[in-house]
């Protein structure tokens, strides 16, 4: 079975809250996905994330560049 891409929309589906108001660390980031129930895929590429805190979404997409924007066709 093959599984779906992860895509930017799916991971900002899962952590689109945890930004407010001061930012969140990584491991912030992926507490909430695993919270949302993300897929272990999701949760593999936020693993990606380095070990800071990111200010708003925006900001993780630097650490995650091959993952693609994923809009629906």
Same mark, same amino acid.
């Given at each position: =079975? *093959?599984? %779906? !891409? $992860?895509?930017?929309?799916?991971? @900002?589906?899962? #952590?689109?809250?945890?930004?407010? +108001?001061?930012? @969140?660390?990584?491991?912030?980031? #992926?507490? &909430?996905?695993?919270? *949302?129930? %993300? &897929? !272990?895929? $999701? ?9 800071? *805190?990111? /200010? @708003? =979404?925006?900001? #993780?997409?630097?650490?995650?560049? /091959?993952? +693609?924007?994923?809009? %629906? /066709?």
């Amino acid at each position: =079975m *093959t599984h %779906a !891409p $992860v895509t930017r929309v799916e991971i @900002a589906d899962h #952590i689109e809250d945890v930004f407010r +108001p001061n930012g @969140a660390t990584r491991d912030q980031i #992926i507490e &909430r996905a695993i919270e *949302t129930d %993300a &897929r !272990p895929e $999701v949760l593999a590429e936020l693993k990606h994330l380095s070990e800071r *805190t990111f /200010s @708003a =979404m925006r900001d #993780i997409w630097k650490d995650l560049e /091959s993952v +693609p924007v994923g809009i %629906a /066709s």
